[in-house]
């Protein structure tokens, strides 16, 4: 059944992850840990690959794990124009993003991308890098390693990053190839990302014990003090930063 195929595909992945990843991943925390014992921010930008939900606000997930989503909105409604060859890149908007944020030096971002060649993306990663921000980049090898970087200075995430965490994702996302479907189906990267940024969690969360240090975590609404549980632990992140 292509059910089975594709359960195996996700076990091959997490395999690969567990046996690939484990240096990356205390290295990841170990930077996190660190920036929260000094108060430093911990921010996570993602391009919409689950993982800038999976994260925030979870029972049993970080406070201090905060998303940085960046958007620009342009009034103009004038009647519609071709473009005539109009240089619409975006670049050397990442240093503003990151100036008009809550980024500060010494903080860490952690940037998910599969493909990791975006404008956006790049251009944050490369300003961060100017700030003196410790950047955490979470990318497939295999897919940006083949793709070509969309950004002027022909870099992808990966060349980037102080720590670059695998997701294993094959080029183009899909895992799974089935006669009578033209593309590959089942996208490997939302899970392996789950995967890995819970195992650095994980790891966060134990080196930060280590320096004892208890960093504030959410408990599930569900439970009859959820909301009043949390709301302490909202006043010890807002005082201490974890």
């Known amino acids: 059944m292509l059910m089975d195929r594709y359960f195996q595909a996700i076990e091959q992945l997490q395999e690969n992850i567990r046996t690939t990843q484990r240096e990356s991943i205390v290295r990841a925390a170990t930077k996190i840990a660190e920036a929260a014992a000094q108060g ?35 009034d103009n409604p004038i009647r519609t124009r071709e473009l ?4 619409k890149s975006m670049e050397g908007l990442g240093e503003y993003f990151l100036r008009a944020s809550n980024v500060h030096e010494g ?21 961060a890098k100017e700030m003196g921000i410790t950047l955490i980049v979470l990318t ?4 940006s390693s083949q793709v070509k970087s969309m950004h002027s200075s022909g870099k992808r995430l990966f060349e980037l990053g102080d720590v670059v965490l695998d997701n294993g994702a094959p080029l183009g996302d899909a895992l799974l190839q089935v006669e009578g479907i033209e593309t590959g189906i089942l996208p490997a990267s939302g899970l392996s990302a789950a995967y890995i940024m819970w195992a650095v969690t994980a790891e966060s969360i ?6 004892g240090i208890t960093p504030s975590v959410y408990k599930s609404y569900n439970y009859a003090d959820g909301w009043d549980y949390n709301d302490k632990q909202e006043k010890t992140y807002a005082e201490h930063g974890y």
């Open 206 to 211: 134990e080196q930060l014990l280590a320096k």
């Open 84 to 87: 005539y060859g109009k240089n």
């Open 140 to 143: 497939s090898l295999t897919y």
């Open 40 to 74: 430093r921010g911990v921010h996570l930008y993602d391009t919409g690959h689950i993982v800038d939900h999976e994260l925030i606000r979870r029972a049993g997930g970080l406070l201090l794990m905060k998303p940085l989503r960046v958007s620009l909105q342009i």
């Open 107 to 127: 903080d860490v971002l952690i940037m998910g991308s599969v493909s990791g060649k975006s404008v956006e993306a790049v251009d944050i990663a490369l300003a």
